[in-house]
């Protein structure tokens, strides 16, 4: 695993340079294969009020007691805590704009991407992130690959564009292996963790999963997983429960410095966040139809590993 850093300067790409075609696909390639994509800068304009105002609200004890979400395609915010209607309405404006920003960016950069992703949540972090007191599942400071429990992908990729806006403090991750090598080593009955069972094989489970579908389509708020999606949260929850593995792997250590930002498939990439504190992200789900090197993709590899398919 490794990181790269984007040719093309930020005034540049702020300019509107763009990478050739061929860069582009490069970049995507080397997403594929589990490496950070960084940008030793930040694009793109936030201005600096509203980045005063993201910075003062936590210090000032006010809205941001957790992170916030902002649900792109509904232009809504969740887990704003605050009760004064105009600070809302700011925090909602500055996502809105960094969502868009960041979108914008990704399409030149991630050119192969761009007409078959799905924009999914963004975020803003403004907790410090050393010492939070989450259950074991929630910690981000145990190595894991990414799965949305309540999101579920079919196969396709979780990409996760990242700023840290802190103005003096980096936020620190560290990673292990990528998802091909955990798998080798971790899934099945001897590695600890079951592969998924194939579509159709057990009827039990696609009947199931068939009026789970039923339900959903009337409008009862089911999750409804594919072999796929059920492998990939057991395997979340999985890395996170083994603290031998947690413990002894091998780690590499990133410090992302203030004003910068960086990108990874996060199904890939086994991540977990040290300390650091202000970020903003945007989530995107990427078609797996769209990748340069689709054989990397963990649904590919798993599928490989099964025999069968796991989506449908
Ligand atoms: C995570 O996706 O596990 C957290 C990454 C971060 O907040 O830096
Ligand atoms: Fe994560």
Redesign the pocket.
Known sequence: MALITIETSSDALRSGAKPSDEKAREYCAHLERGDILFIPGIPFDIPHDDLQFLLQQRQSGGAFHKNVAYRTNEDRLTGFAGENAADAERTRAIMRSYSQSATRLLSTLLAPYREDWKLDYASY?PLE?DGRDLSLHKR?DLL?T?AFPSRPTNGDRIL?F?TNINPSVP?K?MTTSPFDALAQQFAGKQGGCPLPEPLGASTVQSTLRGIKQVARSVGIPITVRSPYDDFMLRFHNFLKENSDFQKNCPKDYWDFPPNTCWMVY?DMTS???LS?QY?L?QTYIISRHAMVTPEKAPVRILEKMVGAALVS
Request: neutral net charge; charged residues 40%.
């Open positions: 972090r992130e981000n894991h990414d996760r990242f936020r991750w996060t991540h977990a966040v650091g970020a992200e």
